[in-house]
């Protein structure tokens, strides 16, 4: 829900950034995967009760998301580059949840794995919806410039970022949170599949 909001304020910024990086001979992909060891290491933090440490890492690694992009935009945009930052994405947001699970398994077990199942559903809708999109030929460019086509929802990438800083400011509340949080993630499947039957009925009609 607010992906397109912060992006407007971020990408000029991130796109100096990333123009930087590419000038020095730095590849997105390498960035994408930096952005991965660095959130591999804030679920390590977690295990740990290293809780300051892991907000750091989850927000640093965030940013590398950002600017694995930025850094595309300024060299070059390939499939591979989109693909590896798709399923690195999605290992990261499973990582962190599964993290908080390891971390206390009597405690945030249940509500852990009832985030990572509505992660599973919003997850499948979403690239269920984007293989549709390609397949009719449609485009949007309201997430700026994607390899995939990206629809909206109540909970997007800005929202479970901040969720999972609330996680790690609120370890005793992780359960009340990953609850709420994970029927946020429920509503945004159930209303993107509503999404793809009108959108797609359409199409199909046109």
Request: hydrophobic letters at 55%.
């Amino acid at each position: 829900m607010l992906d397109g909001h912060f992006r407007r304020r971020l990408d000029p910024w991130l796109d100096r950034a990333g123009s930087a990086l590419a000038a020095r001979g730095i590849t997105a992909n390498t960035v994408t995967i930096t952005g991965f060891l660095i959130g591999l290491a804030a679920a390590v933090a977690i295990v740990l009760d290293s809780y300051v440490w892991a907000f750091i890492l989850i927000g640093i690694s965030r940013i590398c998301d950002g600017l694995d992009g930025a850094v595309a935009r300024a060299t070059e945009k390939t499939d591979f580059g989109g693909f590896l930052d798709i399923v690195l994405d999605f290992a990261f947001y499973g990582l962190i949840p599964f993290a908080f699970i390891l971390a206390d398994p009597y405690e945030n077990g249940i509500a852990g794995g009832l985030l990572l199942l509505s992660f599973y559903v919003n997850g499948a809708s979403f690239l269920a919806f984007s293989i549709m999109a390609e397949k009719q030929g449609l485009s949007t460019d309201a997430r700026g410039a994607k390899s995939l086509y990206f629809t909206t929802g109540l909970a997007e990438a800005t929202e479970t970022i901040a969720v999972f800083l609330a996680f790690c400011l609120l370890p005793q509340w992780f359960s009340e949170i990953a609850v709420i949080f994970a029927l946020v993630c429920f509503y945004t499947a159930l209303s993107r599949i509503v999404l793809a039957r009108a959108s797609f009925k359409r199409e199909s009609q046109a």
